[in-house]
């Protein structure tokens, strides 16, 4: 059985937008995330499906991140809990 290759998300922030619902703010650290991946921290239950992959910037700070919302619409207390500041995201696509 090969090794594979995980893909890494760093969580720095959470964020609410009213209509668009509750994301994960933080910076891809190793791989690729695409919309019908699932994500969780280390493997871990709860997995969620991402629906949206975003990019937020403040171009006069120089500053980017990236954005991940999800199928599952979670509220941004349950995404506080589950994928807290600091935490790691692997992600695995949701076809297995």
């Known amino acids: ?11 720095t922030d959470h964020l609410e937008i009213s209509g ?8 891809i650290r ?3 995330f695409r919309v019908g991946m699932q994500v969780s921290t280390g493997g871990e239950p709860p997995a ?8 937020l910037d403040r171009v006069a ?3 980017f991140w990236n954005v991940l919302a999800f ?3 979670p509220t941004l207390e349950f995404l506080k809990r589950v994928f807290p500041i600091g935490a ?8 297995s």
């Open 48 to 55: 969620l499906t991402i629906s949206r992959v975003e990019y």
């Open 20 to 27: 668009r619902g509750a994301f994960v703010i933080g910076r």
């Open 1 to 11: 059985m090969g090794a594979t290759a995980k893909s890494l998300f760093e969580v």
């Open 61 to 63: 700070e120089r500053k």
């Open 71 to 73: 199928r599952e619409h």
């Open 30 to 32: 190793d791989g690729v």
């Open 88 to 95: 790691l995201l692997e992600a695995r696509d949701g076809a």
